[in-house]
């Protein structure tokens, strides 16, 4: 389809910093960003004959190419104006990027822990799950708990800050002990977790 933009709202410039007597007679194709072409590219093709309001979310580069997020709705225009523009659409325009970035931020703060950075208990479970369903009659599966003794004696004693340190500090030793495909986890305050496959029962916790 033709994607010629006819008409822009001077919006634009604060939503993408370009003058909107530059974007007329342009292609919307030039503003997206290449992972949006074939997503509107399915969705116009999909689409319905009649189209009174349909969105989808689009990526779309800005003067300086960086990238905002919109939820785009698209709407047939009036038949009077069809008649006069021919096969034409309106499209207008919501800006999502900060909703979008807060989305991510929370979602990756419920699957990693911001302290240590480890793995949550959330990732863990979904992980212990992956591999049960991947597990061989030959494997086996461990899950070990670990957890800091006295640690509530630290940060009473000598203050959070270094019990968060001292956190850090085991985490990285774990880590450092552990294989790539060992999955460990910040169970919550001292305990971790981690889950293990190896060929032998013993095997799994040397």
């Known amino acids: 389809?033709?994607?010629?933009?006819?008409?822009?709202?001077?919006?634009?410039?604060?939503?993408?910093?370009?003058?909107?007597?530059?974007?007329?007679?342009?292609?919307?194709?030039?503003?997206?960003?290449?992972?949006?072409?074939?997503?509107?590219?399915?969705?116009?093709?999909?689409?319905?004959?009649?189209?009174?309001?349909?969105?989808?979310?689009?990526?779309?580069?800005?003067?300086?190419?960086?990238?905002?997020?919109?939820?785009?709705?698209?709407?047939?225009?009036?038949?009077?104006?069809?008649?006069?523009?021919?096969?034409?659409?309106?499209?207008?325009?919501?800006?999502?990027?900060?909703?979008?970035?807060?989305?991510?931020?929370?979602?990756?703060?419920?699957?990693?822990d911001p302290l240590t950075g480890l793995a949550t208990r959330t990732t863990l479970h979904f992980e212990l799950q992956q591999r049960l369903q991947a597990l061989s009659r030959q494997e086996y599966l461990g899950l070990l708990h670990l957890d800091l003794d006295d640690f509530r004696t630290v940060n009473e004693s000598i203050g959070f800050e270094r019990g968060d340190e001292l956190l850090q500090a085991v985490a990285a030793r774990l880590r450092s002990r552990l294989r790539a495909t060992d999955v460990l986890a910040r169970l919550g305050g001292n305990e971790f977790g981690v889950a293990t496959v190896a060929d032998h029962p013993k095997a799994v916790v040397t």
């Open 1 to 112: 389809p033709d994607l010629t933009i006819n008409w822009i709202s001077p919006s634009v410039n604060t939503l993408l910093g370009h003058d909107p007597a530059d974007l007329a007679g342009v292609s919307l194709t030039d503003l997206l960003t290449p992972t949006s072409r074939p997503a509107l590219d399915t969705f116009l093709a999909n689409r319905k004959d009649t189209m009174v309001s349909e969105t989808l979310d689009l990526e779309l580069h800005t003067q300086t190419r960086r990238t905002r997020v919109v939820e785009a709705t698209l709407s047939d225009v009036a038949p009077e104006a069809a008649r006069a523009t021919g096969d034409a659409w309106v499209m207008a325009w919501t800006d999502r990027t900060e909703q979008r970035q807060l989305e991510q931020a929370l979602r990756k703060q419920s699957l990693y």
